[in-house]
Nanobody
Framework: QVQLVESGGGLVQTGGSLRLSCAAS????????MGWFRQAPGKEREFVAA???????YYADSVKGRFTVSRDNAKNTVNLQMNSLKPEDTAVYYC?????????WGKGTLVTVSS
């Protein structure tokens, strides 16, 4: 099995930056596609960003140009650099690992952006 632990969440002012990290352990391989999702209070969980084993990246329109996803296969980590944060970015951010039928989720880290 794979264990995912997010870190880096916290309180930040509008326009500020945060860097989230997801550390993977267990039977984790670089072939897993990694993604970031978020869920705001009262809303459904939504896609934020993803990165494949070959480091191809994908972003939701709402975060393009502001967020950057990356991975370090040697350290088994995936990161999400968040810049120019807005109150609308406030949510619990979840890390996801996926390979064919295998899917794993972290427990999330809370990001709060104050106005």
């Amino acid at each position: 099995q794979v264990q995912l632990v997010e870190s880096g969440g916290g309180l930040v002012q509008t326009g500020g930056s945060l860097r989230l990290s997801c550390a993977a352990s267990g039977r984790f391989y670089s072939s897993y596609a990694m993604g970031w999702f978020r869920q705001a209070p009262g809303k459904e969980r939504e896609f934020v960003a993803a990165i494949t084993w070959s480091r191809s990246t994908y972003y939701a329109d709402s975060v393009k140009g502001r967020f950057t996803v990356s991975r370090d296969n040697a350290k088994n980590t995936v990161n999400l650099q968040m810049n120019s944060l807005k109150p609308e970015d406030t949510a619990v951010y979840y890390c996801k690992a996926e390979l064919t039928a295998l899917t794993y989720w972290g427990k999330g880290t809370l990001v709060t952006v104050s106005s």
